[in-house]
Nanobody, 128 residues
Framework: QLQLVESGGGTVQPGGSLRLSCAVS????????VAWFRQAPGKVLEGVSC?????????NSADSVKGRFTISTDNAENTVYLQMNSLKPEDTAVYYC????????????????????WGQGTQVTVSS
């Protein structure tokens, strides 16, 4: 049974950095689109960044995090990372990773409906 487990969350001051990890068990992330989403208190789930399973150099990010967040995978394709730099208080949220149901045919999307498997989430708090 596929499981995704996020880690790396915590509390950081504005301007700081965190690296989130999402490890898969029971399956692989190779060839599948993988994405990070987040949900702040009282707000809807928001797509943050995704990486294409067909071409790992192809990524997509929300405008709010472009230039600050970077998504990547390890060589074994078992872990996906989200490097978050220059963090702001508005980045405070529970962050979730998700994997698509079917292997990728090309670009990834930040549409949550395209992802079938989800982790339990990790809290990120940006506060002074």
């Amino acid at each position: 049974q596929l499981q995704l487990v996020e880690s790396g969350g915590g509390t950081v001051q504005p301007g700081g950095s965190l690296r989130l990890s999402c490890a898969v068990s029971g399956s692989t992330m190779a060839t599948y689109n993988v994405a990070w989403f987040r949900q702040a208190p009282g707000k809807v789930l928001e797509g943050v960044s995704c990486i294409s399973g067909a071409e790992r150099d192809v990524t997509n990010s929300a405008d709010s995090v472009k230039g600050r967040f970077t998504i990547s995978t390890d060589n074994a394709e078992n872990t996906v990372y989200l490097q978050m730099n220059s963090l702001k208080p508005e980045d405070t949220a529970v962050y979730y990773c998700a994997r698509a149901w079917r292997p990728s045919l090309g670009l990834c999307t930040l549409d949550k409906g395209k992802y079938a498997f989800w982790g339990q989430g990790t809290q990120v708090t940006v506060s002074s």
